[in-house]
């Protein structure tokens, strides 16, 4: 378990639906440029799912150049080609061509298809991500309720998009610690998730962990453990008792008890996470250390000062080898360290 509050998660994107006119709208001519047009950009968007932009980019362009001459310009397929480059210009960071591209797109399917459309949902959720990306966050949240208001008012609330909409959401507010915003729409996605996959699948596990973090944060601890336990058992049952995955849920099951006063409790469960760590990674990994760090500010906590230097200078001593002594982590498990020392000086000499 990384002991920060929050990780790193990768951001969820939407894909247009690509919609086009009927082919018996098209002269001859249109038709052989509307099949020529369609092969560029399957080999673009091929292109682009390897990760080789130069291409991609290179054929997208192409496309819209052909739209540019033809009657497709301003068609859904030429905005469906727009986003894709955007998404592109994204990918590799170029972040003011991506808005400039995303925004265009969105004109396009608002002016065709009406502002309530699903498919102009989609694009705004792609513009939110990119706000996101770029800490530009009350524009991305404005965009990502925008988003999902026009899904709520449709007859598809619960399909997949509506699930990637959600944990963006979720995902900037838990970034801004606005947990109690973040509950509802937790609640709402692991409602979706239990119906449309299983009570058991790992996806109800980790919503189930998220929610336990948002009560946990708030204070919330009866509401935050029981969450927090049905999670464990089902990456239990998942996995198996040794598996990582169980580790994330012991550490969080640990940390909630540890705030609970309930250190007999957490100081186990720190334990087995740790052992479950060293089984699998070996004695000098990453989260061998973070699991020693977390299990150090327990005995800390509980006046065990030689415990608790054992356990930080083994973990401090993993990082130095392993991300150096510049690395942030490694700054704050030193911090611990030295307020631990402080802290046993002042008892001493209080004696």
Same mark, same amino acid.
């Given at each position: 378990?990384?002991?920060?509050?929050?990780?790193?998660?990768?951001?969820?994107?939407? %894909?247009?639906?690509?919609?086009?006119?009927?082919?018996?709208?098209?002269?001859?001519?249109?038709?052989?440029?509307?099949?020529?047009?369609?092969?560029?950009?399957?080999?673009?968007?091929?292109?682009?799912?390897?990760?080789?932009?130069?291409?991609?980019?290179?054929?997208?362009?192409?496309?819209?150049?052909?739209?540019?001459?033809?009657?497709?310009?301003?068609?859904? *397929?030429?905005?469906?080609?727009? #986003?894709?480059?955007?998404?592109?210009?994204?990918?590799?960071?170029?972040?003011?061509?991506?808005?400039?591209?995303?925004?265009?797109?969105?004109?396009?399917?608002?002016?065709?298809?009406?502002?309530?459309?699903? #498919?102009?949902?989609?694009?705004?959720?792609?513009?939110?991500?990119?706000?996101?990306?770029?800490?530009?966050?009350?524009? $991305?949240?404005?965009?990502?309720?925008?988003?999902?208001?026009?899904?709520?008012?449709?007859?598809?609330?619960?399909?997949?998009?509506?699930?990637?909409?959600?944990?963006?959401?979720?995902?900037?507010?838990?970034?801004?610690?606005?947990?109690?915003?973040?509950?509802?729409?937790?609640?709402?996605?692991?409602?979706?998730?239990?119906?449309?996959?299983?009570?058991?699948?790992?996806?109800?596990?980790?919503?189930?962990?998220?929610?336990?973090?948002?009560?946990?944060?708030?204070?919330?601890?009866?509401? $935050?453990?029981?969450?927090?336990?049905?999670?464990?058992?089902?990456?239990?049952?998942? %996995?198996?008792?040794?598996?990582?995955?169980?580790?994330?849920?012991?550490?969080?099951?640990? *940390?909630?008890?540890?705030?609970?006063?309930?250190?007999?409790?957490?100081?186990?469960?720190?334990?087995?996470?740790?052992?479950?760590?060293?089984?699998?990674?070996?004695?000098?990994?990453?989260?061998?250390?973070?699991?020693?760090? #977390?299990?150090?500010?327990?005995? %800390?906590?509980? *006046?065990?000062?030689?415990?608790?230097?054992?356990?930080?200078?083994?973990?401090?001593?993993?990082?130095?080898?392993?991300?150096?002594?510049?690395?942030? *982590?490694?700054?704050?498990?030193?911090?611990?360290?030295?307020?631990?020392?402080?802290?046993?000086?002042?008892?001493?000499?209080?004696?």
């Amino acid at each position: 378990m990384n002991k920060r509050k929050h990780s790193i998660r990768a951001v969820l994107v939407i %894909f247009t639906i690509i919609m086009s006119f009927p082919i018996s709208t098209y002269s001859d001519s249109k038709k052989q440029n509307a099949t020529s047009v369609s092969r560029l950009k399957n080999m673009a968007e091929m292109y682009l799912s390897k990760g080789k932009y130069k291409e991609a980019e290179s054929l997208f362009k192409k496309c819209l150049e052909i739209y540019e001459k033809s009657s497709a310009k301003n068609h859904l *397929d030429e905005a469906s080609t727009i #986003n894709n480059l955007a998404f592109l210009y994204e990918t590799q960071k170029k972040y003011k061509k991506a808005e400039s591209l995303y925004k265009k797109s969105l004109e396009i399917k608002e002016k065709v298809l009406g502002k309530n459309h699903l #498919n102009v949902a989609a694009t705004l959720n792609n513009l939110a991500n990119l706000y996101k990306n770029q800490k530009k966050i009350k524009e $991305a949240e404005t965009l990502y309720k925008r988003s999902l208001g026009i899904y709520d008012k449709s007859k598809e609330k619960n399909n997949q998009n509506v699930e990637s909409i959600l944990n963006n959401l979720i995902m900037l507010y838990d970034s801004q610690k606005k947990y109690k915003d973040a509950v509802p729409l937790c609640k709402r996605i692991l409602d979706i998730y239990e119906k449309k996959l299983d009570k058991n699948h790992p996806y109800v596990a980790t919503t189930l962990n998220n929610l336990a973090r948002f009560y946990k944060y708030q204070g919330k601890y009866k509401e $935050a453990e029981p969450l927090c336990m049905r999670s464990l058992e089902i990456k239990e049952k998942v %996995f198996g008792k040794n598996h990582i995955k169980v580790a994330t849920s012991i550490n969080n099951l640990a *940390d909630l008890y540890k705030y609970q006063n309930k250190y007999e409790k957490s100081g186990l469960l720190y334990q087995r996470s740790l052992e479950i760590y060293e089984k699998a990674f070996g004695k000098n990994h990453i989260y061998v250390a973070n699991a020693l760090n #977390n299990l150090a500010g327990l005995y %800390f906590l509980l *006046d065990k000062y030689e415990e608790a230097k054992t356990l930080y200078k083994r973990s401090m001593g993993i990082y130095e080898k392993t991300l150096g002594k510049d690395h942030p *982590d490694y700054k704050t498990i030193k911090d611990n360290y030295s307020q631990m020392l402080l802290q046993k000086i002042k008892k001493n000499e209080s004696k």
